[in-house]
């Protein structure tokens, strides 16, 4: 019963945080047309939100079993409902840099507790992959919702206006009650440090875990897959609205099909991953995710405006397009379990500051390689890029297996009696 309330907490936070993270493709859109900024202007948002991510979890992420878990979630949670409220009180271009500014150092503080709470109420690799896609899950279904919140706020009729700034009420409600509900909620943090090491020493163990094969390949592997994630999320909607010439409202609507892919996929893998080796099941998904984008693309050619359109005259490309999230779901909370789960649990918030710290510099980079491009040539050429980053997981996947392995049959090795 404990853990329940404690799982529901997660899910509370991870869904909030879902929310605002996975907004920044439909404030982009937003801001264009509210504020008159250009796309490459636009795009530095990701920035904004995933620069801090990567910055303060350096930073903190060795020293937040210190603080603690529960506290370093509730100072996360502070600090985006504070921003939320200022959004719609102070409306301006730099006051949205400044909720993604808050968003991501929140973030950075509620990730690395989460993941090392799941490590704190898993027992065993099993429970480990199946708790971790399933927070994952509920994390896309938040972003599904953020969609269609969204969409219900935004005024298709008049692109200046800023009554989709009102979403952030409801979003400071949201926030608040997951504040009330961890607050409420305790949490058993023992075993979570190593005694007598000092903030030094803890800080130098998180560096040192990147001498270990293991975890440069691993990390390399999250950059590029969030370079893909966020490269298509973000510019989604607006991939609709300017290639498959969709409303505004309906262009973020369409995107929460991205979202429901990965939701569905990632609630999906958690099935799956208990019966099969979660290395040939990424490989098949790998294959997928390039056969779509070859697919669904040449259907978005030489789309004409139909003022009239609708969910049953829009392009197939609107529909097709998204699906790539049901393949894409399962990559990262896979490498991301199997990784942490070769870990001892005092070395899991250390793991996850950089799996943050990469996850935030891979965001960035693919947003803003995926906005320049599009402003310099269009949405097609921009996500037919994808291509590339998919063929190079391909690649680290079948070396952070080995990696795996050898260190599974070290431990095996040690472990064993001698003579």
Same mark, same amino acid.
């Given at each position: ?43 530095v ?30 100072? &996360? ?33 509620v ?7 799941? %490590? ?7 429970e ?12 896309m279904?938040?972003?599904? &919702? ?41 949490l ?77 996929g990632?609630?999906g893998?958690?099935v ?31 789309i ?61 980079? %693919? ?11 269009? &949405? ?26 050898? %260190? ?12």
């Amino acid at each position: 019963m404990k853990n329940q309330r404690i799982l529901l907490s997660l899910f509370a936070i991870y869904f909030v945080f879902a929310i605002l993270l996975n907004s920044v493709g439909t404030v982009i859109l937003q801001v264009i047309n509210t504020y008159g900024v250009s796309k490459s202007a636009a795009s530095v948002l990701e920035g904004f939100k995933d620069i801090p991510i990567g910055i303060v979890s350096f930073l903190v992420a060795s020293q937040l079993p210190r603080l603690g878990f529960k506290r370093a979630m509730l100072v &996360g949670l502070a600090i985006v409902t504070a921003a939320c409220v200022v959004m719609p009180l102070v409306p301006g271009f730099w006051t949205t840099k400044l909720l993604f500014l808050s968003v991501g150092v929140a973030f950075a503080l509620v990730k690395v507790a989460v993941y090392s709470t799941v %490590g704190l109420l898993a027992r065993g690799r099993k429970e480990h992959a199946s708790l971790l896609n399933t927070l994952e899950g509920v994390f896309m279904v938040g972003v599904l &919702g953020g969609y269609w919140l969204f969409s219900a706020f935004i005024d298709s009729s008049n692109s200046g206006s800023t009554a989709w700034l009102g979403v952030y009420w409801v979003l400071a409600v949201i926030c608040a009650i997951a504040f009330v509900l961890l607050w409420v909620t305790p949490l058993e943090e023992s075993g979570t440090r190593v005694e007598g090491a000092s903030p030094r020493q803890d800080f130098l163990a998180m560096v040192k875990l990147m001498a270990k094969p293991l975890v440069y390949i691993y990390v390399i592997s999250v950059f590029v897959y969030v370079l893909i994630e966020q490269g298509i999320g973000s510019w989604l909607p607006t991939f609709n609205n300017e290639i498959l010439k969709l409303p505004t409202a309906m262009s973020v609507q369409a995107a929460s099909i991205f979202a429901a892919s990965l939701a569905l996929g990632r609630l999906g893998a958690g099935v799956i991953m208990r019966r099969v080796h979660w290395y040939p099941v990424l490989n098949i998904c790998l294959l997928a995710m390039a056969m779509l984008v070859l697919l669904s693309l040449p259907l978005a050619n030489n789309i004409e405006p139909n003022p009239s359109v609708n969910w049953l005259s829009a392009p197939i490309a609107a529909f097709v397009l998204p699906l790539i999230g049901l393949f894409m779901a399962p990559v990262y909370p896979a490498i991301n379990s199997v990784m942490l789960s070769a870990l001892p649990t005092h070395q899991h918030s250390a793991m996850t500051g950089l799996l943050v710290i990469f996850s935030a510099l891979g965001g960035t980079t %693919g947003s803003l390689i995926t906005g320049s491009v599009f402003e310099a040539f269009d &949405g097609q050429v921009a996500f037919y890029l994808s291509l590339i980053p998919i063929t190079v997981i391909l690649i680290s996947l079948f070396f952070f297996r080995r990696a795996v392995e050898r %260190g599974d049959e070290r431990v095996a090795s040690a472990a064993a009696p001698a003579g």
